[in-house]
């Protein structure tokens, strides 16, 4: 069949040797005649004799289209034997062939759909033109990153307009749809295009500096955003949409549908910021009331989809889990200063509480998204009582490292309260735990930098400052100590020597406030004094011991098993990669410990009050420190003060 376009007249080498250009941007030039055309179509005012014109030269894309959609990628010089190798001048030309035949498709799908009668023959056509544009980017799923960056780089060729047209017409009523489109709704990777190129058009509209018509983005970011919750709320669990066999590489219709969902809500909350409440008003179709109520109901019929796809005959938890990114993002729109803020984080947190207590989920990436926005929602509502229960139920479901030497992969049965704990969740809902306790640290050592300058300026809050941070502490530290006592993995273990090293370094700070304003010592700041030691310090060694004793007995293991090859030279990567992290962590951890327990010394003698009497110092730590190893994260009279007690500091393995 002869080629319906000569790829080698738009193309042409450097002069200077460098890579090959498009000369000719043939998708260009068939986008915007056919605008002209429709545009002239509309015009009633328009001569007869313009009108054959246009009619003739309609007939002559028609034909291009049809020989397009006939034409085989071999008749374009591109198959399954093709190179897109960037470093070659074919694998070049390749390319460049690709990047023009792909806007080509797309454009004559759009001219199909929008010129021409609805009929068999029209959605034949379209389907064709889709399967041609399907086998090319299967093709090019062989490129190159950094290749794949060029051919992403490229601006959706579909007009908003029309896109928008597509995916309100696919999603019609049922028993208002004809038959061709029914046809076209049928091919389940068409429907994923036209989802996904709608959020892309939208913005690439929205982007545009030459295109200054910012109501009609907004109505279009209403009406989308009303249609996909239309849809996620009509589709369940056994929907076509949802973890269909096509997307085995990729997401689902319905995930496409949520991630455009909390695109748009991004998009309007950034462009369109004081208009954001209005927004979420016309998509609700809620009567006009306070942002919090607002966001409330929109995150309420989340809820609702949420719990419809887990309770269906096969839960989808792929699809839940981008739409509890969605219900993250609203609940980080609420407006705190309000008085009903927290009612509206409760709620929320006891939903979500609810869910981990009762829902065996085993997926991941749900896992991460529900305890992430729990420990988020909890922490902003006062309930902090929840991530210390959470804590200890990952405790329970590890196992008590004192107790035994159990492999992590056979934990102990026990008896637990959230039954999202599994061994397939452990690890990822340990690591928010970790994320959200570092993060924690992080706040209280701006806290404390901000009480030194309440305290400098003689403020009359000082007092009520330090007793909320002394309970910041106790929180912390009560959370903290369920999870050393945890029998961990070494990725956990790691995290718990950060969140600890992290913990002595707030501590030290709080200290050094305390002796650089001497003050009565508050029940509570002792309180702080006498947790740190018996339920953080003392059990830290009993873990670094029983762990050191643990990571023996698997390393002896691990000798005894014969590896052969690359397998064995992979675990000795590891192992070594480990021994070296280690070798520079856990004496960090044990000088911020001896740090803190310095200055503590020193705020006894001069508070007169025995702060040391909490504190147990380990027989058991046997090695010295290495200065060289330590980051020089303290000032050059710290460096001193480390230079004269470094023959004393010893660490416990």
Not at 132 to 161: E, Q
Request: proline fraction near 3%; charge should be negative.
């Amino acid at each position: 069949m002869p080629c319906p376009i000569k790829l080698d007249s738009c193309i042409e080498p450097s002069s200077s040797g460098g890579f090959i250009k498009t000369v000719e941007p043939i998708h260009i030039l068939l986008l915007n005649t056919i605008r002209s055309l429709q545009a002239a179509a509309s015009d009633s005012s328009t001569c007869s004799l313009i009108i054959e014109s246009i009619n003739r030269f309609r007939g002559h894309i028609k034909s291009f289209v049809i020989r397009l959609s006939n034409a085989a990628l071999e008749d374009l010089e591109l198959d399954k034997t093709t190179s897109f190798d960037v470093d070659t001048y074919e694998g070049q030309k390749n390319i460049q062939y690709a990047m023009l035949l792909l806007p080509l498709y797309e454009i004559a799908i759009e001219y199909e759909y929008s010129m021409n009668e609805m009929n068999a023959d029209t959605s034949e056509v379209i389907l064709n033109l889709f399967k041609k544009r399907k086998d090319l980017m299967g093709l090019l799923s062989s490129i190159p990153d950094r290749s794949k960056k060029t051919l992403n780089a490229n601006k959706p060729s579909s007009s908003l307009k029309f896109i928008t047209k597509v995916f309100k017409d696919l999603f019609a009523s049922e028993d208002n749809m004809s038959e061709p489109l029914r046809n076209l709704k049928s091919n389940i990777e068409l429907v994923h295009f036209v989802v996904v190129s709608t959020g892309d058009s939208l913005k690439c509209a929205i982007n545009d500096p030459y295109r200054h018509r910012d109501e009609e983005s907004f109505n279009i970011c209403i009406e989308l955003c009303q249609l996909y919750l239309q849809i996620l709320t009509q589709e369940d669990s056994d929907s076509i949409f949802a973890n269909n066999q096509s997307f085995k590489k990729g997401p689902s219709v319905l995930i496409s549908l949520s991630n455009h969902l909390l695109s748009i809500l991004e998009i309007v909350r950034n462009v369109w910021p004081s208009r954001f409440v209005d927004f979420l008003t016309s998509v609700c179709r809620l009567p006009d009331s306070d942002q919090n109520t607002i966001i409330a109901s929109f995150i309420e019929s989340l809820r609702d989809i949420v719990i419809k796809f887990l309770s269906g005959r096969s839960p989808i938890y792929k699809e839940v889990s981008s739409i509890m990114q969605v219900i993250s993002f609203l609940a980080g729109t609420f407006d705190k200063s309000s008085q009903d803020y927290s009612q509206h984080a409760q709620q929320i947190t006891n939903w979500v509480n609810e869910l981990a207590k009762d829902r065996p989920i085993e997926d991941t990436g749900l896992t991460k998204e529900l305890i992430s926005l729990l420990i988020r929602v909890s922490s902003d509502a006062g309930e902090h009582h929840i991530i210390h229960d959470l804590c200890a139920d990952l405790h329970a479901y590890a196992g008590e490292i004192e107790s035994s030497f159990a492999d992590e992969d056979e934990p102990m049965e026990t008896n637990i309260h959230y039954q999202i704990i599994s061994n397939k969740t452990f690890s990822v809902i340990i690591s928010q735990v970790f994320d959200y306790l570092d993060h924690s640290f992080d706040e209280l050592i701006w806290a404390i930098s901000k009480l030194r300058l309440y305290a400098v300026n003689a403020d009359e809050d000082v007092p009520s400052f330090e007793q909320d941070i002394c309970e910041c502490f106790i929180l912390y530290m009560k959370t903290l100590s369920e999870l050393v006592r945890t029998v961990l993995s070494d990725t956990g273990s790691e995290n718990l020597f950060k969140n600890l090293a992290k913990l002595y370094k707030a501590l030290q700070a709080f200290i050094k406030y305390k002796l650089a304003f001497i003050g009565d010592m508050s029940q509570m700041f002792i309180k702080v004094i006498s947790i740190s030691g018996s339920d953080i310090t003392d059990r830290m060694y009993k873990f670094l011991t029983i762990y050191g004793q643990r990571q023996q007995l698997a390393d002896a293991s691990h000798g005894k098993k014969k590896s052969k090859g690359k397998r064995r030279k992979e675990i000795n990567i590891k192992q070594e990669a480990r021994v070296q992290r280690e070798s520079r962590m856990i004496p960090q951890l044990i000088y911020s410990v001896e740090q803190y327990e310095r200055h503590l010394i020193q705020l006894s003698r001069k508070s007169r009050v025995d702060f040391m009497q909490y504190m147990k110092r380990s027989t058991s730590r046997d090695f010295k420190i290495e200065i060289s190893l330590l980051n020089e994260e303290s000032s050059s009279e710290d460096e001193k003060e480390v230079k004269s007690s470094s023959s004393h500091l010893s660490v416990c393995i």
